[in-house]
């Protein structure tokens, strides 16, 4: 038992090996002066992260595909502290993307909002401002008028312009910055590869329309969602080209 204790074996595992009670092990141990308990809390945590290195693939892969860490380790019998860890240690940056897609796409499909939900809802921004809404405009009406948000509205339709010409509207005077045909999606892949190599990073919308702005070399963000698709799935290929590029 002692032995046992040393190598970071619970006292509920002992208990089952010599089918006794867990108090009983512990009265055994007491009595014949067990392992020091500093030791043991040492030893059951190497123990511990041995498991969960044993199971890392799996832990990833229920980790990208957006399960909760904390379930995670519960449906391997793992626990979680030490799983949160290992994440910390064994994730990629392809992997951390991979899990933000998921999330997005889970985000998504929980949505009551079909396709014609969205146009009429961007239609019934119109119709509330009694002009064709900006963008800007709609993100900051959205919520009081109860419809869906604008990431919402650009990820199913294609960007705002797309969903605004869905709905049987003019899209609004753009700057001639935004208003230039040259951003095509392979100007727009250049764009976002020149940003992550001057930031160091793969950007978010929010870092990357900080980075872009007054910059008339870059096209915004909803311009590469427009060409290039959904933000999570532009940085999952950006993260996947990297990880190419470095191994």
């Known amino acids: 038992m002692a032995r046992l204790r040393e190598q970071g074996h619970s006292l509920d595992e002992i208990a089952l090996r010599f089918a006794v009670s867990r108090e009983r092990v512990r009265q055994i141990l007491h009595a014949h002066g067990g ?3 500093r030791n043991v809390a040492a030893a059951r ?5 041995q498991q969960v290195q044993a199971r890392i693939a799996e832990l990833l892969a229920l980790w990208r595909a957006g399960e909760e860490l904390g379930r995670a380790a519960s449906a391997l019998g793992l626990p979680a502290a030490i799983c949160r860890d290992a994440i910390a240690r064994s994730a990629s940056e392809l992997d951390r993307f991979e899990r933000k897609a998921s999330l997005a796409r889970a985000r998504n499909g929980a949505t009551t909002y079909s396709d014609r939900d969205i146009i009429a809802a961007v239609s019934a921004m119109a119709a509330h401002l009694g002009r064709v809404p900006s963008a800007k405009e709609y993100a900051l009406l959205a919520r009081e008028l109860e419809l869906p948000c604008l990431t919402t509205v650009a990820n199913r339709i294609g960007g705002w312009t797309n969903a605004v010409r869905a709905a049987g509207l003019t899209p ?4 001639a910055r935004t208003r230039s045909r040259r951003w095509t999606a392979e100007a727009c892949w250049a764009a976002m590869h ?13 870092g990357y329309d ?3 702005a007054g ?6 963000s909803e311009t590469v969602r427009t060409r290039l698709g959904r933000w999570s799935t532009i940085a999952t290929r950006l993260a996947a080209e990297r990880e190419q590029r470095s191994a």
Request: hydrophobic share 30%.
């Open 172 to 175: 609004v005077s753009m700057p």
């Open 215 to 220: 910059r008339s070399d870059l096209p915004s």
């Open 45 to 49: 945590r190497r123990r511990a992260e």
């Open 210 to 212: 900080r980075h872009a």
């Open 194 to 206: 020149r940003v992550t190599a001057e930031l160091g990073q793969i950007p978010t919308v929010g």
């Open 35 to 37: 392992p020091d308990t």
